[in-house]
């Protein structure tokens, strides 16, 4: 059996910044970094707008506190307000230690860090590097991983937490290149998995976003917060879903319907395209639906609006958002220096995740924490977002928060023994699921029945939402659910079986698509990205607090938890 201090899973942002400060705290520390992908392959590469902190390098007149009462607003009052005040005090502290580890952040004249505009932010303090930051940070901080000795499994697949007596333990690995199986166990294990969007047919986020961790969180006996809050991004490119950053809208891009017309205005007057996501969203999706969309050939009545960038001109384009061109140009051949862009919602992040306080540390229900067991970026719930996350404040919260549970680590585990764990039932019990899934004489393939639930869970729990639509989507999965006994795996070998990486994936998404339905069904208001049109108003009254979902094979059991409110008090919130 493998053994280390720590193990962390995720090489994205939150994982990397984690190991770092363990390693520059308590370098006689064993730590081992496992991800499915190779490090700089995590979704954490593709952030492409910036990283929200009142550096008041472009508005001297910022506060961290104006900061917070953009980022809990933004959340419709559900952020857990403590957590918010952490987040946007250190983050000047956050983004200059970057840039001192040598991230290269794009420059006001003067030499100073660039800020720009982002939607539902008061002030200019978007941080960047173009409209490629995720690239520029997760570049440094894997290279740092290198140089503070941090041990990397880079291409194993973690496939099961170890938690028995309320206590993490290990975990179990399946080496993707040869299907070897490794138990290991160690004194602190910390999820930084990332994000799920690949639950939805589209979305924004990697092939990889499964929520593998909040999968087998839940099947560890976990309970996940907050699930119903799934972010639809406004402007992800038709037909593919790919991202056009809220940076382009920031720089001053228009929204327009097959009017001509700047339809913010009727949504959100003082903001207009830079509205918080989830009005955004629901603007376009409202027009789309009033039969003021368009086609491809320009007529009305179809599935996106325009995003309009031809009044900004070439040399600001080509400077300030370059990506945002290529990627239209390279996918559909669009020339956003002369043409509208189409755009639609497109599922981009999870708000909620594995519940944890604010030194990462999971929770194991409305009270309590579980020991040794640690989470932080888009997997984790702190909860900063609450109802709807702002954007440029995730890769934030991958920083502060990965730096806080890293700091938290490097406390803990010089006071813990290695854990004893009977390797022979773990390595037999995942031995005997893989074979299962190889042996089985199926029909279904695993493409056809992933997209069968990522058709169901975006017809039945989209941007709109009804008792109805997602009672009938329940009904559905569970179909789905049984189907899973039939997946039929082509690949029987052990060299690359990606196949079996994509059965247990499925697997993940399946449990994830539940735990959003359970608790989106259950939540009988609308705040936030959950938009529900049989209960259209927020009631404070009932639901100003956070779900907490605990699976089983029996159901899903809800509880919930209060929310932290120590600065604001709720309002009605418009813009
Ligand atoms: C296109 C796009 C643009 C974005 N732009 C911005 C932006 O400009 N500003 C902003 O603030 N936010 C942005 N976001 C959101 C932000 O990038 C993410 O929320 C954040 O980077 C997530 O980082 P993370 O470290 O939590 O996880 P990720 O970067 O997603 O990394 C997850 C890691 O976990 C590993 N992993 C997962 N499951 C397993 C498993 N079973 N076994 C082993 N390893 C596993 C993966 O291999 C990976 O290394 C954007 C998101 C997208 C999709």
Redesign the pocket.
Known sequence: MLEHDVII???????CRAALEIKQTQPQLNVAL????H?IR???V??????AATLKNVDADDTWEAHAFDTVKGSDYLADQDAVEILTREAPDVVIELEHMGVLFSRLPDGRIAQRAFGGHSHRRTCYAADK??HAILHELVSNLRRYGVLVYEE????QLILQEGQAKGVVMFNIMNTHLQVVRAKAIMF????Y?RVFNTT??DF??TG??LAMSALAGVPLEDMEFVQFHPTGLYPVGV?I?EAVRGEGAYLINSEGDRFMANYAPSRMELAPRDITSRAIASEIRAGRGIHPDGSAGGPFVYLDLRHMGKEKIMSRIPFCWEEAHRLLGIDAVHEPMAVRPTV??SMGGIPVNTDGQVRGGPEGLIESFFAA???ACVSVHGANRL??????E?VVYGRRTGAAIARYVPNRKLPEIDESFYLQTTRAQIETLLNQSGSIRIAQLRQALQDCMTKYCGVFRTDESMTEGLKHLQHLKQQYQQIYLDDKGNNWNTEIVEALELQHLIIVGEIILTSALNRQESRGAHCREDYPERDDSNFLKHTLAFYSSAGIDLQYKPVTINLFEPQERKY
């Open positions: 899973v995720g090489g994205g942002l939150a994982g496992i991800a499915k992908t490090p995590s979704h954490s593709a952030a492409q707008g910036g990283m930051t995720g194993w697949y973690v496939m930084a998995t990332g994000g969007g924004s986020n990889a976003s593998d961790g991202l950053s981009h992040y970026g888009e997997c954007g440029s404040n995730s890769l934030l991958c």
